[in-house]
């Protein structure tokens, strides 16, 4: 997998549109982010 946002605090973060195929998002914290129309194939959101 590679490089991504593991970890990271991410509330309210926007990912509008952008491509974040395979990035890792493990454990970060997502809340009222948002992925609307983002690519996110393979990412992994465990």
């Known amino acids: 997998m590679t490089s991504g946002y593991a970890g990271q ?4 973060r926007s990912f509008k549109g952008q491509d974040l195929r395979s990035l890792d998002f493990s454990y970060a914290d997502l809340r009222g982010a948002n992925f ?3 690519d996110c ?5 465990s």
Do not use: E, Q
């Not at 605090?9 to 309210?12: F, S, T, V």
């Not at 194939?41 to 959101?45: L, V």
């Open 9 to 12: 605090d991410l509330r309210g």
């Open 36 to 38: 609307r129309d983002a």
């Open 41 to 45: 194939r393979g990412a992994n959101f």
